[in-house]
């Protein structure tokens, strides 16, 4: 596969100033030269250096271009490669690339050009997939995440991982020798003082290992929030004013919003950045008793949004009504209590009174709701995690941002450091969470005193997945499936 010469689009399709063309291989230089005017130019530039020129089809312009030369090993993939700056358009990218194919490069397959640089060492699997992870970023702090796995901060980590992990392997295995020896020759036992005293640290190196594992997990887990996004479900009666504010919160128009009840039959999505995290704003169907199939699969979806979110705005209208029947309004919420925010809505329309009652009520209803979770007296966590109402309007005074920061800071507390997260993406988690089960089994099975036997077990198991995260105990269908995600260009 690394004798052909592959090439693709590293631009994104569609219509734009510029496109880029690479290809990349054995024959990169020689075909580009071929359709490159003046001829011969490439052939004969050094690496890292441009020329400004034409693609020619024969006698036939195509366009007028910068080509960079990169020559290996000093290049992305670390091939020869040669990237083709034109103007953009499907149109031209999309001739250049059928020249080159018939002038004998072939269509680069997923992630193919990052395969390569993997597999010409330029960079550890977890390298490679950092790169899909910062062009799948959703939020700044995901992309610097991104950028620390790809400067090499989770292989530099593993790296003194595994050397320490492989030296006290060695140890445990030089006992294990011993007690052979041990066995068929009692008078061994002497000269195998100074080895058995090195013993000594095995101990100390597992629970040292473990606890960088277990710091890495740790990062981890805010790194998947930081892929995956965190929900805010906005919930309440129809026409509280939930699809108004979801609009307020993109800062457009989304949702449709309409004075008559039921508008909103699904559960309409909407991404934000607040504070460097990825946030997914729900817009969900108003909670009554259903009239039609359609309101029953619509509260049905808004039950499943309020399960899988990180926050629950409850969205009252205290404009209409007796805002002191707020239980009412949503009688079985349940989520946990962190994840409650009351928005006094439509705040500006409120008659004095009931804007001075209100935060009263919800305070008694955040109380009550307290008192069954946890008893009469003991709710006193879910009432201050819970918090009381947040006056909110979307057309006056106070507007949203109050409630947007109270969301904010519930968000950002609930993340983590994203400075400290050097893991992205599922298959890493995974296998670090192993190596590190592995580690700590070995650490409980050495304090215990148990066979040598099984403490190498343990030990070679975590080695191997961590062999496995960067890529060097890893085989041709594990591979394919990991760069099968990456976009054509890359």
């Given amino acids: 596969m690394l004798t052909d010469t592959i090439g693709a689009l590293a631009t994104a399709p569609g219509r734009s100033a510029l496109a880029i063309v690479r290809i990349s291989g054995p024959e990169a230089i020689a075909i580009a030269d ?16 441009c020329a400004v020129g034409h693609i020619m089809d024969g006698a036939d312009e195509i366009d007028q271009v910068v080509a960079t030369v990169f020559r290996a090993p000093h290049s992305y993939t670390g091939e020869d490669s040669v990237e083709i700056s034109c103007h953009g358009g499907p149109l031209v990218s999309a001739r250049i690339l059928e020249l080159l194919w018939r002038e004998g490069a072939r269509p680069a397959r997923e992630g193919e050009f990052t395969l390569r640089a ?20 959703r939020s700044t702090a995901g992309a610097r995440a991104a950028l620390r796995v790809l400067g090499g901060g989770l292989g530099r980590a593993l790296d003194a991982c595994l050397e320490a992990l492989t030296g006290a392997l060695v140890l445990v295995e030089s006992q294990l020798d011993l007690d052979e020896d041990a066995a068929a020759d009692p008078e061994e036992v002497a000269t195998g003082t100074g080895a058995r005293r090195e013993l000594d640290s095995v101990g100390s190196i597992l629970s040292q290992e473990h606890a960088r594992l277990e710091s890495l997990l740790a990062g981890s887990r805010t790194g998947r929030l ?9 919930v309440g009666r129809p026409n509280a004013g939930k ?42 169907a108003g909670l009554r008793s259903p009239e039609t199939q359609i309101e029953q699969e619509g509260i049905r979806r808004t039950r499943e949004a309020i399960a899988s979110a990180a926050i629950v705005i409850l969205v009252v209208d205290i404009s209409r009504g007796n805002p002191g029947d707020i239980e009412s309004e949503i009688a079985d919420l349940d989520c946990a209590a962190e994840a409650v925010v009351v928005a006094l809505h439509k705040w500006d329309l409120a008659q004095s009174s009931h804007q001075a009652s209100s935060r009263g009520h919800v305070d008694n209803w955040l109380q009550r709701r307290a008192d069954e979770k946890t008893g009469p007296g003991a709710g ?47 298959r890493q988690r995974h296998l670090l969470k192993e190596a590190q089960g592995s580690i700590a089994r070995a ?13 190498a077990f343990e030990l070679r198991s975590g080695l191997d997945k961590l062999g496995e995260l960067m890529g060097r105990r890893v085989g041709p269908l594990v591979l394919d499936r990991i760069f099968s995600r990456f976009c054509v260009g890359k």
């Fill in 34 to 49: 071929r359709v490159f005017q003046p001829a011969n130019r490439l052939s004969a530039m050094p690496s890292q250096t």
């Fill in 118 to 137: 993997f597999l010409s060492g330029k960079m550890d699997l977890t390298q490679a997939e950092a790169v899909e992870a910062l062009i799948q970023a």
């Fill in 380 to 426: 006193n966590g879910w009432r201050a995690a819970a918090q009381g109402g947040i006056p909110s309007s979307v057309v006056g005074k106070p507007g949203v941002e109050d409630l947007r920061n109270a969301v904010k800071q519930r968000l950002v507390a609930g993340v983590g450091d994203p400075e400290e997260t050097v893991v992205v993406g599922e």
């Fill in 243 to 284: 699809s108004s504010l979801f609009n307020a919160f993109l800062s457009r128009d989304r949702a449709i919003v309409s004075p008559e009840p039921g508008t909103t039959r699904d559960a309409l999505e909407g991404w934000v950045e607040w504070d460097g995290v990825p946030v997914a704003i729900l817009d969900t």
């Fill in 443 to 455: 650490g409980t099975l050495w304090e215990r005193g148990a066979g040598g036997e099984l403490v």
């Fill in 226 to 234: 930081l892929e995956e996004g965190m929900k805010v479900a906005l």
